[in-house]
């Protein structure tokens, strides 16, 4: 009786374990199926929008990249469900605190005195928010929707202006570069929401897979015509880039405004694509384009 008592117990441990596999690998295999189907909505989406670029490499290989849809191309349903998301970022913000002003560092004292004073007051917003703000970002990256306003071209003038920038605070180049001017003395910042789902900004300014922040300015507001840098400098990862931009601090200097324009630049290979948009301090993190590589050559 014990014997016959074992040999169904065992039998049944043995079903049991057969159908947990099955189930595991049928839903392995949904989850599989459910990706590739998503991955070509996306592809058929970016085709019809013009949002993909082959991009043929000198070592013949074939590179995809695929650019988010901007805000300016919804329609009514897609427009009101983006603005459902974008209130809730901006409650998420507030959530956080991270819409705290600063007290304002007083313009009699010395620039010594300054540079420490605003350099204790970003380690004081690090340490006491730092943490909020990397959560805020792995919340913001899940929009698909990018806020920035394409821009088809820029002018010869403003590209004069973004290669002198560039040469002043001798920037580097790479394979994928994202650029961030604008024209006043606050403080804007970049951040990538990287393919190793990491994050680069003046907190963070290196990424496991390549990525570096090579300039930040304006945590003092030395100059009204600054500009940031992101790059991979070489064998950019495939995966999804998406590019943020922070107002960080409202410099009352020189009668600059609470509210900045700015002017975004992303070079994939060689290839640009422009956007502008408009921030206010006190908001959320602006998620202004994604875009994403792949190797058509491994297919």
Request: aromatic share 10%; charged share 30%.
């Amino acid at each position: 009786m014990v014997s016959i008592a074992g040999t169904t117990i065992q039998s049944d441990v043995l079903s049991a374990t057969i159908g947990l596999f099955v189930l595991v690998l049928f839903t392995l295999r949904y989850i599989s199926k459910r990706r590739r189907i998503q991955a070509m909505m996306a592809r058929a989406e970016a085709e019809k929008y013009g949002l993909n670029s082959k991009i043929e490499m000198v070592d013949g290989q074939v590179r995809l990249v695929t650019f988010s849809r901007q805000v300016e191309t919804l329609n009514g349903k897609e427009y009101d469900a983006w603005k459902v998301r974008d209130n809730a970022r901006e409650k998420n913000y507030d959530q956080f605190e991270l819409s705290k002003e600063w007290p304002q560092i007083e313009a009699a004292t010395t620039d010594e005195e300054f540079t420490e004073k605003r350099e204790d007051q970003r380690k004081t917003w690090n340490a006491t928010l730092g943490n909020n703000m990397k959560k805020h970002l792995k919340f913001a990256q899940k929009e698909v929707f990018g806020s920035g306003v394409t821009r088809l071209d820029i002018s010869d003038e403003e590209k004069l202006d973004l290669a002198n920038r560039s040469k002043r605070e001798g920037l580097v180049s790479g394979p994928v570069q994202i650029t961030l001017t604008w024209d006043d003395y606050n403080d804007l910042d970049l951040y990538i929401y990287t393919p190793s789902k990491e994050e680069i900004s003046f907190r963070k300014r290196r990424s496991q897979c390549g990525g570096r922040l090579d300039n930040d300015m304006n945590k003092k507001p030395l100059s009204n015509t600054p500009i940031e840098n992101v790059l991979w400098a070489k064998s950019p990862p495939e995966g999804t880039y998406k590019v943020f931009v922070h107002f960080h601090r409202h410099h009352d200097r020189n009668d600059t405004q609470s509210t900045t324009t700015y002017n975004l630049r992303v070079r994939v290979w060689g290839e640009e694509k422009h956007y502008s948009g408009m921030i206010t301090f006190g908001s959320a993190l602006e998620h202004v384009v994604s875009f994403s590589v792949e190797d058509e050559s491994k297919e």
